[in-house]
């Protein structure tokens, strides 16, 4: 798809969900979508490879989270995978401050690749484990938010995201349809990291049927310190 056209259709959806984009950002976009492209070719980043489907899937649905990030905020987007949606965020919020997290060492190296061919300042990468992270002094409810996308049930990212979140500050979760019962069963699990649910919203993709749903998460207490438990543990066994 060449830019033109890319980015016309790049305006037209995001405008749908109330997103103005400046051409620069546009042509920032499009080339982390072709970095993505090639990079995708030597190592595993994306199961959407459709210059089109990525427009929608990956970008547009980063874009959501875009009105609960308030000015200038200190931001950690946590399992960031391919920078979503810490990139995407970033590009068309130059005004805030981010830290990509995530486990993988090729992944972070292409996220370095594509913070300097984008010359994006003002956000770093972090290899880690998201509990060992979350478990260094320096990291520790440091952050205004906390986001994440397509990462693990509520329970679990609950207990990932919230020991990082300042008090009086939040975790943007990005979650797919079907999103009660994880709620329900990750309520105790907010509650013990000194969450509450603020609110839930669900939307549809820009023609699509693709159900999504942001819960916000409210810090209102310290975490105790015994979480995030060590690496690997919240997954196996979730607090009940």
Known sequence: MDFETWNKTLM?????????????????????????????????????????????K?????????????????????????GFPGIPLKIIRPDITIVLVDSLQKRILFLEEVIKELKLTNIITKHARIEEFGKDKNNREKFDFATSRAVANLAVLSEYMLPLVKISGKAVCMKGNHVETEIETAQKAIQILGGKIEKVDTFLLPETDMERNIVVINKQQKTPNQYPRKAGTPSKQPIH
């Open 12 to 56: 037209e959806k995001a405008k749908q969900i109330q997103i103005t984009i400046e051409e620069q950002q546009a042509k920032q976009i499009y080339d982390y979508m072709q970095l993505l492209i090639a990079w995708n070719e030597k190592i595993n980043l994306t199961a959407i490879t459709d210059p089109n489907e990525m427009l929608i």
């Open 58 to 82: 990956h970008f547009i649905d980063s874009f959501t989270v875009e009105p609960y990030i308030t000015p200038n905020a200190y931001l950690v987007d946590v399992g960031t995978g391919a």
